[in-house]
Nanobody, 127 residues
Framework: QGQLVESGGGLVQAGGSLRLSCAASDRTFSRYSLGWFRQAPGKERELVVAISRSGVSTYYADSVKGRFTISRDNAKNTVYLQMNSLKPEDTAVYYC????????????????????WGQGTQVTVSS
């Protein structure tokens, strides 16, 4: 079965930047909508941003709009999350996820829409 592997997490100072990557082994990567989710200690897993199969449509959580950017490179079977102006409240384990559904984002995608998940990568933002 396909596999998603995140990388790029780490410790960064507030105001700094990180770029997360999620590489997929699935040859049909381009057929999947992708999302980044995060889960902070004591909190539920929440959407950060989702991207459509084509990469044209995106849905950003209000908390990251203007700071985070998602992109995908279907030729490399990889999705990225560029995180700028990081805040301590961004501290969480970040997960990438994939689903063959979700062609549009009229509503906020939820964890239940995503069938495949990576193992997560820790992002810690110091104040």
């Amino acid at each position: 079965q396909g596999q998603l592997v995140e990388s790029g997490g780490g410790l960064v100072q507030a105001g700094g930047s990180l770029r997360l990557s999620c590489a997929a082994s699935d040859r049909t990567f381009s057929r999947y909508s992708l999302g980044w989710f995060r889960q902070a200690p004591g909190k539920e897993r929440e959407l950060v941003v989702a991207i459509s199969r084509s990469g044209v449509s995106t849905y950003y959580a209000d908390s990251v709009k203007g700071r985070f950017t998602i992109s995908r490179d279907n030729a490399k079977n990889t999705v990225y999350l560029q995180m700028n102006s990081l805040k301590p409240e961004d501290t969480a384990v970040y997960y990438c996820a994939a689903t063959p559904a979700l062609s549009t984002f009229a509503t906020m995608p939820t964890t239940r829409e995503y069938e495949y998940w990576g193992q997560g990568t820790q992002v810690t933002v110091s104040s």
